[in-house]
């Protein structure tokens, strides 16, 4: 079974720090990696994805991940983080050989960045 | 395009009850997932729907079920309601091809509390 793990749940930084969000997943085949962003009081929007080629993606907002096979890893980064980025942050998996339009979550880490 | 549309927003139901919800696709996502989310136990995946089958299903009891439309409008009912079944609900749609899967986008959610 697949599943992922967010190192972090809550993290607070200030304004202009840099940000980075670990996420991990357990699965023996090949996956398509997300991050999704949750503002407060809207829905879940997708960040980025991964599903081949370049390991590391870019996505919106100056944020980007880098996919390590080896350490079965997707970590999220931003290198100075605003005040709007406030929100929580979801990293999802899902599998390339089964489960099509299934995606394991994992449990979200919450960003506060302080003005 | 517009969005993932769920009906309704908000609900309010007692304990023994059952509860529909619905959700419209994006126009041309064939693909309808739907997931509980909870503070507790985050998002979980509930089941998808892809050409009127349902293709996946999660570790839910037989009390929550779906079906989708011609029109891939999917609609998912929960019956004899819990405490515990207190929880937005998500829809997601995506297009596919084959087994392959894009990135899901999410509507807005249903909230549904149980009293």
């Known amino acids: 079974a697949q599943s992922v793990s967010q190192h972090n749940h809550h993290v607070i930084l200030s304004e202009a720090a840099s940000l980075e969000l670990g996420c991990n997943y357990s699965y023996g085949g090949t996956v398509n990696l997300f991050w999704y962003v949750q503002y407060p009081g809207q829905h879940l929007q997708l960040l980025l994805k991964?599903?081949?080629?370049?390991?590391l993606v870019k996505g919106i907002k100056g944020f980007e991940a880098e996919f390590i096979k080896s350490k079965f890893s997707f970590n999220l980064r931003k290198p100075s983080v605003q005040w709007s980025d406030t929100a929580e942050y979801f990293c999802?998996?899902?599998?390339?050989?089964?489960?099509?339009?299934?995606?394991?979550f994992g449990d979200g880490t919450t960003l506060t960045v302080k003005p | 395009k517009a969005g993932v549309t769920q009906t309704p927003r908000y609900l309010i139901k007692t304990r023994g009850q059952q509860v529909t919800l619905s959700c419209s696709p994006i126009?041309?996502?064939?693909?309808v997932s739907w997931y509980q989310q909870t503070p507790g136990q985050g998002l979980q995946f509930l089941f998808e729907?892809?050409?009127?089958?349902?293709?996946n299903k999660g570790n839910f009891p037989g009390r929550f079920s779906g079906r989708q439309f011609s029109n891939s409008r999917s609609e998912m009912n929960v019956s004899t309601l819990e405490l515990g079944d207190s929880a937005l609900y998500l829809c997601?749609?995506?297009?596919?091809?084959?087994?392959?899967?894009?990135?899901?986008?999410f509507g807005p959610g249903t909230r549904l509390t149980v009293l």
């Open positions: 126009s041309g996502h064939r693909s």
């Open positions: 991964y599903f081949s080629g370049d390991p």
């Open positions: 997601a749609s995506s297009q596919t091809s084959g087994r392959a899967v894009n990135e899901q986008f």
């Open positions: 999802a998996v899902t599998s390339k050989d089964t489960n099509a339009g299934k995606s394991t």
């Open positions: 729907y892809f050409s009127e089958t349902q293709r």
